[in-house]
Nanobody, 119 residues
Framework: QVQLVESGGGLVQPGGSLRLSCVASGSIYEIKIWGWYRQAPGKQRELVAGFTRGGDSVYADYVKGRFTISRDNAENRIYLQMNSLKPDDTAVYYC?????????????WGQGTQVTVSS
């Protein structure tokens, strides 16, 4: 069974930084697409940053220049470095992976980690 587990969320003051981590474990043959999504109360889940099938990084306009996504293929792990955080960044952040898991191409979600930006 494949699992995605996020960590690194918490409470931070405006202007502060956090680093989120997501690790995939289980029967993993290959992960083609990674993504960080977020969902604020009363809003739809939205893409924050991710890696395309070709390996390029993509970002939502509202995080460009503040957030950086990175990956460690050997450990099936991705990170999201979040700087200059704003109260509007408050949300549950989810990791998403699209890959070959247990011999089947499928899409997986983590359980989410809460990020709260408040003074």
């Amino acid at each position: 069974q494949v699992q995605l587990v996020e960590s690194g969320g918490g409470l931070v003051q405006p202007g502060g930084s956090l680093r989120l981590s997501c690790v995939a474990s289980g029967s993993i043959y290959e992960i083609k697409i990674w993504g960080w999504y977020r969902q604020a109360p009363g809003k739809q889940r939205e893409l924050v940053a991710g890696f395309t099938r070709g390996g390029d990084s993509v970002y939502a306009d509202y995080v460009k220049g503040r957030f950086t996504i990175s990956r460690d293929n050997a450990e099936n792990r991705i990170y999201l470095q979040m700087n200059s955080l704003k109260p509007d960044d408050t949300a549950v952040y989810y990791c998403n992976a699209d890959g070959l898991f247990g011999g089947t191409w499928s899409n997986m979600w983590g359980q989410g980690t809460q990020v709260t930006v408040s003074s």
